[in-house]
């Protein structure tokens, strides 16, 4: 399957090392950690901007956090390029944050791949509609819209839980036509797809119609 193409599309976006962007880091630092701690004993998989040195997540179960350092590449507690270097179903949840879009259709399909039967994944992305996108818009992030990233998650192999959900800075709309909007189409400055591994189950076996109180015939 290839790659979705952009141009101007940057291997790795400094503008997370803004000010700006650290404070969205910041702010969808608790929900990751939420998410993650929803399993406490499954092993995970955490794909974001640079952390500072030294620091780990504070979570219980064995994970691996890595960071983008090429559009395909990536550092951290190891380093590795596409595929990824982990077993199939070896990872109970995984987590996708500002990951760089040149390579997102091979790295989802490797989230499905490593994902366990019943595995979460959560996206976190930016959001085109929101007025906070003048922060970034010449700073190199490429964004993509929440249907495109939901329909991205479901050609992986992925079942979209719900909605979208919204975090970050958001605007208030009192008056004219976007008013009736506002509340379907969020303005916050961060879209969240999660999604789910599902497979499908055997067949069990089928009950006997078969009445065995009867009289039986023998010879």
């Known amino acids: 399957m290839p790659s979705v193409s952009l141009s101007r599309q940057a291997g790795v976006s400094s503008w997370f090392d803004t000010g700006a962007g650290r404070a969205l880091l910041d702010a969808e630092r608790p929900g990751i950690l939420n998410g993650l701690r929803g399993r406490p ?9 640079g952390q500072p040195a030294g620091e780990r997540p504070e ?11 090429s559009p395909s590449g990536f550092q951290g507690d190891l380093r590795c390029d596409l595929p990824l270097p982990l077993v199939a179903e070896s990872v109970q949840s995984i987590v996708l944050q500002h990951v760089p879009l040149a390579a997102i259709e091979p790295l ?12 979460r994944l959560w996206v976190y992305a930016l959001n ?25 998650v479901h050609n992986a192999g992925l079942r979209c839980l719900g909605q979208a959900g919204y975090l970050g800075t958001s605007w208030r709309v009192e008056s004219g036509p976007e008013a009736e909007t506002a509340g379907s189409a969020p303005w ?14 055997p067949i069990g076996p089928v009950p006997s119609a078969v009445n065995w109180r009867r009289p039986v015939a023998t010879i």
């Open 59 to 69: 979570l219980q179960a064995r994970g691996l956090r890595l960071r983008p350092a």
């Open 128 to 152: 085109p509609f929101s007025p906070y996108r003048l922060r970034w818009r010449r700073h190199g992030p490429q964004v993509l819209q929440p249907m495109r990233w939901r329909a991205l």
């Open 108 to 119: 989802l399909e490797e989230c499905e791949r490593i994902l366990m039967p019943g595995g």
């Open 41 to 49: 004993a499954q092993p995970w998989l955490w794909i974001g901007p």
């Open 188 to 201: 916050r400055a961060v879209c969240v797809i999660e999604a789910e591994k599902r497979v499908i189950a």
